[in-house]
C-alpha cells in the first residue's frame, strides 16, 4: 500500500464529508479553483461546484460570519481561515455567537469547522508563524483539535464536520508533506473528539504533545532509550477536550510528566494539562514540567527560529538533566 501525505488525508476527509452530506459546504480563500495556497483541496471545486466549494475575498470577519449564519441555517459548514494567526478577525462570531449557541437556544447546536495553518519552522516571520491555540484554549463550547498522523488527519476531520459544536481545526504545516500508512478501502475510521492516544509506549516518563511535538517527541524518546531512559509518549490529538484519563493512567506508571507545547509558556495549554493531571494524580507524580516557547515573537533568521522551537534535542536534554 502506498504512503499517505498528511495534506491528502485531509482532502480525503472534506471529499468524503461532501459526498456523504449535501449540507456540508467548504469556503475561504482559494481553496477552490486553485485548491489551497498549500494544495490541500485540489479537485473539490471540480466535483462539487460552486454552491459547494467556492472562493471568498479576503475577509476573515466576514467568512466567519458567513459560516455561523450557515450553520445555524442548517448547513455543514467546513471555513479555512488560512493562517491561524488571522483568528482573531473571526472571533466573534467564533467565541460570542457559534460557541454559545447551543446554550442560548438550549436544542440545536452550531456545526461548524474552521481549518487554519499553524506553526514554525517554515520561515514565514512572527505574523505567519504563530500558535493560536492558546487564544481559544478557555472558550468553553469551542473544540480544539490537533492531529500529528495523516490517518488522524482524516478521522478527526471527519469526525469534526459531524460534531454539532464548533470545531478549530489546527493544521501544521510543517507535517502537510508527512507520510503514513494509506487508508483501508473505503476510508480510514472516525476518531472520537477528546481521546489520546499512547504512541510509544514507556516506563520512566510520560512525555504528552500534539502535532509537531509528537513527531519531536518521538525523536527525543529514541535518544532517550539510548541512554537507558524509556518513554512513553502521549498524542493528545485533541486539545479540548482533553483526556485526562489517559494521561493519568500513564503518569500512575511512570511517575513523571513533561508536557511539550509550541507556543508560548505563559497561558499556554501544556499549564493547564499538568494542572488537571495534578487535580487527579499528585500523589503519583514526583515531577512535571512544561517545555515551551519563550514569550515573545517567532523570529524569522533560520537559526534564531531552530533555537526558539522545542525540538527533539531539548526534549531529550531536558528530560537527561532532571533524571
Avoid at 487564544?135 to 471527519?158: C, E, F, N, Q
Amino acid at each position: 500500500m502506498s504512503a499517505l501525505e498528511f495534506r491528502t488525508a485531509i482532502r480525503d476527509a472534506l471529499d468524503a464529508e461532501l459526498d456523504r452530506d449535501e449540507n456540508v459546504i467548504v469556503f475561504g480563500e482559494d481553496v477552490a479553483v486553485a485548491g489551497g495556497v498549500f494544495a490541500v483541496t485540489p479537485g473539490l471545486h471540480d466535483r462539487y461546484g460552486d454552491g459547494r466549494v467556492f472562493d471568498t475575498p479576503i475577509s476573515e470577519l466576514a467568512m466567519a460570519g458567513a459560516a455561523y449564519g450557515a450553520a445555524v441555517c442548517g448547513m455543514r459548514p467546513v471555513l479555512e481561515i488560512m493562517f491561524g494567526d488571522f483568528l482573531p478577525l473571526a472571533m466573534d462570531s467564533l467565541v460570542n455567537q457559534a460557541a454559545k449557541f447551543l446554550f442560548l437556544d438550549g436544542e440545536h447546536g452550531c456545526p461548524l469547522v474552521i481549518r487554519c495553518v499553524v506553526g514554525a519552522g517554515g520561515r514565514f516571520g512572527a505574523i505567519h508563524s504563530q500558535m493560536p491555540v492558546s487564544w481559544l484554549h478557555g472558550i468553553p463550547g469551542v473544540k480544539l483539535v490537533a492531529p500529528s498522523t495523516p490517518a488522524d488527519a482524516y478521522g478527526l476531520m471527519r469526525a469534526a464536520i459531524q460534531d454539532d459544536n464548533p470545531v478549530v481545526f489546527f493544521e501544521h504545516k510543517r507535517l502537510y508533506s508527512t507520510r503514513g500508512p494509506a487508508l483501508p478501502a473505503g476510508g480510514g475510521a472516525l476518531l472520537p473528539l477528546g481521546r489520546a492516544a499512547v504512541v510509544r509506549a514507556g516506563s520512566d516518563v510520560t512525555i504528552v504533545s500534539v502535532m509537531k511535538g509528537v513527531h519531536d517527541s518521538l525523536a527525543a524518546a529514541e535518544t532517550l532509550a539510548a541512554q537507558g531512559v524509556e518513554a512513553e509518549v502521549i498524542d493528545l490529538r485533541t486539545i479540548r477536550p482533553l483526556d485526562v484519563e489517559t494521561i493519568v493512567a500513564s503518569v500512575t506508571k511512570t511517575s513523571r510528566l513533561v508536557v511539550v507545547e509550541e507556543g508560548p509558556l505563559t497561558g499556554g495549554w501544556a499549564g493547564e494539562t499538568i494542572a488537571r493531571v495534578v487535580e487527579h494524580a499528585l500523589g503519583d507524580l514526583d515531577d512535571a514540567w512544561r517545555i515551551a516557547t519563550p514569550d515573545g515573537p517567532v523570529p524569522y533568521s533560520p537559526p534564531l527560529e531552530d533555537a526558539f522551537l522545542p525540538g527533539a534535542e531539548r526534549i531529550a536534554a531536558e528530560i537527561l538533566e532532571r533524571r
